[in-house]
């Protein structure tokens, strides 16, 4: 239980929940081993009444059997309350632990940085805040109540058999030892198997995830039945071992019952030789045989909470393991609350992805100074889209430095340096919600009429109000009902209601006609007067008005300049603009 030992903070923020049910669980099983004790004095009281039946006093006998049978009663609506409220705590802790756990999860996931999400597959991250917390809530709740109640009525049940026999008691509990060793032998296996359980299914669960999200791929290619076989494969591979952890659960759980059965049998018959020698009545035979009922269904339960234990280890070791990933992108402890509006300055700038090793940026400078609009052009893979990730700080530069308004982003708190950037990034993602929701996501406080005007703008309202619902049509998830143009024209009208001091568009144009890319561009070259604004783009805008155009190739600056001075240079910008020319 050494990965467990993390949830014990829960455990403390919780502890009145968890103490009251401990003494409600405590309280009920008083309740209940003091019926078998009123039973064995009321078969005693018939006893001792059969033997002698000329003292036999009808009336009396039944106003004590009628005590007795009050007495049980109240005994079992004593228990039955307060079983009530062992649930009302425990297991409702166990739910308010399992809320605070995703919670926390959820919040982690979002402290990281883009490489974990690029190294890890999707579905493992779902299965960790599905999965692996559900198997966690089990041993919190139910594992923790049955444990508890294991310990408090075995305790009480063995006191009072001690305090009528201690040599029945010895007979009754012989078999017991033999069940904690199966035990203790049995958890092992489980805990092996119960993790390669959860390794398989979290493999389940990212390949479908996987197969889900590419599936019109999938179609144009014709490769659902090998998708299939792939499936069935994992599938087949975690039935396989899910039923050697059942198989092993299968031969466990008769033989406690049988080990139970056992100490019933030789309470009988080592009773009975204690009440022929006169040590105990009749009534402690009936009292025992109760008692080892009783203890049949907690000791059954060690097996099923054994095996809750090992599969919440398990599912706890993977939980752990994520957080204890740290965000490798993190603000300085003295970082800046706000940004003083001023030159984007790249000094010496290099950078390599960590996950792949390719060499992005390599000494890359340039200065664009507050209100000044910046072109960068070239080919796929020189690094445009790069330097919007190191502005954004989704990536920490290897080399030099990136200042804006003379201050390192480094020493500017994320949260600052994210709200002060307006961004449209190359690959679109909508969220599955309404048109005005996935606008709206730039400014959360926007109004109806600004999400418009935004559409507006961004040339994409005529297409809004052709939809079934207008602005509150869903998209679908990742925007799938709307065309890429559609997407991308949603993306730039985010970026814009944000009303940002340093606006950057990757390529946001790139699945538009040049209609609407006429619209758009006539609106930006107002809207960006007195902006900062970065535009990356495979294509010329000449629309534009630029102040400074940067040509990138394999991540070095190989032109800087004005429009003319770069078609005067001859250089990779004349030939682009002249093939754009003569289109």
């Not at 990965?3 to 403390?12: A, G, H, I």
């Not at 039944?62 to 297991?91: E, N, P």
């Not at 591979?237 to 039923?243: H, N």
């Not at 814009?496 to 609407?516: C, F, G, M, R």
Request: net charge neutral; hydrophobic share 40%.
């Amino acid at each position: 239980m050494r990965e467990l030992w993390s949830l014990n903070k829960y455990f403390v923020r919780y502890k009145w929940h968890f103490l009251l049910g401990t003494l409600f669980v405590s309280g009920s099983n008083f309740f209940k081993v003091k019926v078998p004790q009123e039973i064995a004095r009321a078969l005693d009281l018939i006893k001792d009444a059969l033997e002698d039946p000329s003292t036999l006093d009808k009336a009396q006998l039944s106003k004590d059997l009628l005590w007795f049978a009050v007495m049980v009663i109240g005994l079992a609506l004593c228990m039955g309350g307060l079983m009530y409220l062992m649930r009302q705590t425990i297991i409702v802790m166990s739910r308010l632990i399992e809320y605070d756990l995703r919670k926390d999860l959820f919040d982690h996931y979002q402290k990281l940085d883009r490489q974990f999400f690029k190294e890890n597959r999707t579905g493992d991250i779902m299965s960790r805040i599905s999965e692996d917390v559900s198997k966690v809530r089990m041993y919190l709740g139910p594992a923790v109540l049955y444990g508890i109640n294991l310990m408090s009525l075995t305790f009480l049940v063995i006191y009072s058999m001690l305090s009528v026999s201690p040599t029945l008691t010895l007979y009754t509990l012989l078999p017991l030892p033999i069940l904690s060793i199966s035990i203790y032998y049995v958890s092992t296996i489980i805990h092996k198997k119960s993790g390669l359980i959860q390794v398989q299914l979290s493999n389940i669960t990212s390949s479908s995830q996987e197969i889900y999200s590419g599936i019109a791929v999938v179609k144009s290619y014709v490769q659902q039945n090998s998708f299939l076989k792939y499936f069935d494969d994992e599938s087949l591979e975690y039935k396989k071992r899910s039923l050697a952890l059942a198989r092993v659960n299968a031969l466990f759980f008769p033989l406690m019952i049988l080990l139970i059965s056992s100490s019933t049998i030789l309470t009988i018959y080592m009773g009975g030789l204690e009440v022929a020698k006169g040590n105990i009545s009749y009534g402690n035979i009936a009292e025992f045989v109760i008692y080892v009922n009783y203890l049949t269904w907690p000791f059954t339960a060690i097996g099923w909470v054994a095996s809750t234990i090992q599969q919440a280890e398990a599912s706890q070791l993977r939980i752990n393991a994520f957080l204890k990933r740290k965000p490798k992108i993190i603000s300085a402890l003295d970082a800046s609350s706000q940004i003083n509006n001023g030159n984007l300055v790249f000094e010496n700038v290099s950078f390599t992805y960590p996950e792949t090793g390719v060499k992005a940026i390599d000494n890359l400078s340039f200065e664009l100074a507050a209100g000044q609009k910046l072109a960068i052009i070239g080919k796929t893979a020189s690094g445009k889209s790069t330097i919007a990730e190191l502005i954004l700080r989704t990536y920490d530069i290897d080399e030099g430095s990136i200042k804006i308004g003379g201050i390192d982003i480094r020493e500017i708190s994320k949260k600052t340096l994210r709200e002060y950037i307006g961004y449209a990034p190359q690959e679109v993602f909508l969220f599955s919600d309404s048109v005005s929701g996935n606008i709206s996501f730039g400014h959360q406080e926007a109004t109806q009429k600004d999400i418009a005007q935004m559409a507006i703008n961004a040339a994409v309202h005529d297409d809004i109000v052709k939809l079934p619902e207008g602005y509150d049509t869903k998209v679908g998830e990742r925007g799938v009902t709307l065309s890429g143009g559609q997407k991308q024209r949603i993306s730039l009208a985010r970026a814009l209601i944000k009303n940002p001091e340093l606006l950057i568009l990757d390529d946001t144009l790139s699945a538009v006609d040049t209609q609407t890319e006429r619209k758009i561009l006539s609106y930006l070259q107002d809207v960006l007067k007195y902006k900062t604004a970065i535009i990356i783009t495979h294509r010329i805008h000449a629309l534009l008005k630029f102040d400074k155009i940067i040509v990138l190739e394999n991540g070095q600056k190989t032109e800087e300049g004005t429009h003319e001075e770069l078609l005067n240079n001859q250089g990779y910008y004349y030939d682009i603009y002249m093939l754009d020319e003569h289109r």
